[in-house]
């Protein structure tokens, strides 16, 4: 109940956050370009306003989850209302799990949004709605809640300026593990191949999220990937939580 | 005193927008003036300089399809300005870049065929390109359809056609009609006994009148073509014997050369010309 409690303040503080309908309003600029910027193709338009939509909810959907995500604790902190909120029954996990889930909320109204801004723009070049946008749509959302568990991790312990870098770091990091599979595969055997693969299986790999090519050509997607994928966003998030939670019950305001 | 900073205030902040709005105006006023000088710029130089695709595809971080538009759109824009001379010296380079970015895209493939064709007049390089894209879909029939179609009315290489229809005719969705392209590149290819056997075939499963008409006519012209091959050879034959060419196409069975005159597919004899030697079918197959 406090979780939540805490969740509905958040949310109504980040709806007044001026940056998220500054980046809302980006985001729609973007999707609406897209039909201008399809008329220069020649070929298939839809193609162009699919691709341009969707790495616009995804682009700034990660900003928003960045932006709002790093100053969430920190702003508590600065302002020093930590200690009016702390010195009530309230765990420090609740705390933090409130400021999570009232930003995934928050997200999720933004990305409803800026979906539905979309959905029309490609309902009106192809008089159909295009169900399968929703797939990629859903698990852009689930890499925003992860990334937004990665801004709540580094607001607990650090200034907004470094936690933004540290996430975004992390964001760049989850699109980057091709790198270590090449890497892993010119190894010869040994501990520093071994040390390679636990690195490789350990960083995050946002690439399990995008769907982005797949729907917009239409290519069939293995029934399997859609579990997995979304277990290991659910698993992943709830250990950044985690470690957040442990970093923040340690963590001395004074 | 406050009353007099208030009062202060008014003229100092009109002498701001003043200045404010006459900044702007002196920028603006600028911006026109620079822009009407000339500067020297290598036009597509940016994208010459871009790694291959199949590096800048990770360096995208899952963005790689939304780069392939922008690059796309771009090469759109710069092969269409024909003032660039050498525009087309990195045409392989740059859409190797989009097909490693989205190999599933296939509408630069086309362009890029396109534009090597007709454009930059470098037909080897529209293969390369359609081939590419084949490779990376095998199941699109519209990426070896273009080659054929390409090898059949540019490079006259009816055999290259041929493998190309060949190739497409037999992939999910492929139309009727590239079958009929395969038996008509096997005709002009001179293939004529395999050009019979899949124009017979078109014709008994046509699905419509226009397509049993279609292959009724091609069946005539390669018929026509068979028995006009063969009433050449026997009048060479009988003018090696007799030292002249046959009064008329009768004289070939006299000879003994023929068992019997073939006839066209509307039971009409060939026409022969005993000045020249020639023979042709009684009608054109598209006047039937």
Redo the contacts between chains.
């Keep these: 109940m406090r979780i939540w409690a805490i969740a509905g303040i958040t949310f109504k503080e980040a709806k007044r956050d001026r940056i998220l309908y500054l980046l809302f309003f980006f985001a729609a600029v973007a999707i609406l370009a897209s039909r201008v910027?399809a008329i220069?193709?020649?070929?298939?338009r839809v193609?162009?306003i699919k691709?341009?939509g969707l790495?616009s909810i995804?682009?700034f959907g990660v900003l928003m989850a960045v932006l709002i995500g790093t100053s969430l604790v920190y702003k508590e902190i600065d302002k020093k209302t930590i200690f009016t909120l702390l010195s009530k029954p309230l765990h420090r996990a609740e705390f933090i799990l409130g400021k999570f889930f009232g930003l995934v909320l928050t997200l999720l109204v933004m990305t409803a949004g800026m979906s539905l801004i979309f959905l029309v723009i490609v309902y009106l070049h192809t008089f159909r709605i295009e169900w399968t946008m929703l797939v990629a749509i859903a698990y852009i959302f689930l890499e925003l809640v992860l990334v937004t568990a990665v801004a709540i991790l580094f607001s607990s312990f650090s200034t907004p300026i470094l936690s933004s870098i540290f996430s975004l770091a992390f964001?760049?990091i989850g699109?980057?593990s091709?790198?270590l599979e090449l890497l892993i595969k010119k190894m010869s055997a040994g501990a520093g191949r071994t040390a390679a693969q636990f690195l490789y299986m350990f960083l995050p790999d946002?690439?399990n999220f995008?769907f982005?090519?797949e729907v917009?050509?239409n290519?069939p997607i293995p029934a399997g990937i859609y579990l997995s994928s979304f277990l290991y966003g659910v698993f992943y998030t709830a250990f950044i939580l985690a470690l957040a939670v442990i970093i923040f019950r340690r963590r001395d305001f004074i | 005193m406050p009353r007099e900073r208030a009062a202060a205030r008014g003229p100092a902040t009109l002498l701001l927008v003043l200045f404010l709005l006459g900044m702007c105006a002196s920028f603006m006023a600028l911006k026109a003036k620079t822009d009407t000088i000339v500067r020297k710029k290598v036009p597509g130089s940016s994208i010459i300089y871009i790694p291959s695709g199949k590096f800048l595809k990770y360096a995208t971080f899952g963005y790689s399809a939304l780069a392939a538009d922008l690059i796309y759109l771009w090469a759109i824009q710069y092969y269409s300005t024909p003032t660039i001379d050498d525009r087309f010296d990195h045409l392989d380079h740059v859409f190797a870049i989009i097909a490693d970015l989205d190999p599933a895209y296939l509408d630069p493939y086309e362009t890029g065929a396109l534009i090597a064709t007709a454009e930059a007049r470098d037909i080897k390089l529209a293969f390369k390109i359609l081939d590419n894209g084949f490779a990376k879909n095998p199941k699109e029939w519209l990426l070896p359809f273009e080659a054929g179609h390409i090898a059949m009315m540019d490079l006259k290489d009816y055999d290259l056609a041929r493998q190309y229809f060949e190739k497409c005719m037999n992939l999910p969705g492929a139309p009727d009609f590239t079958r009929r392209l395969y038996a008509n590149a096997l005709y002009k290819r001179g293939d004529l006994e395999t050009s019979w056997q899949t124009w017979l075939e078109i014709y008994n499963t046509a699905p419509d009148e226009r397509t049993k008409k279609i292959a009724s006519n091609h069946l005539y012209q390669v018929k026509s073509a068979i028995d006009t091959n063969r009433l050449k050879d026997a009048v060479g034959k009988f003018q090696e014997r007799a030292g002249r060419l046959p009064e008329e196409l009768a004289d070939l069975v006299r000879a003994g050369i023929l068992d019997k005159l073939p006839q066209d597919l509307d039971g009409q004899d060939y026409v022969y010309d005993p000045k020249t030697g020639g023979v042709k079918a009684a009608t054109s197959p598209w006047k039937r």
């Design positions: 910027l220069l193709t020649v070929g298939d193609k162009i691709d341009v790495a995804s682009i964001y760049l699109h980057l091709w790198g946002l690439e995008n982005k090519t917009v050509h290519l």
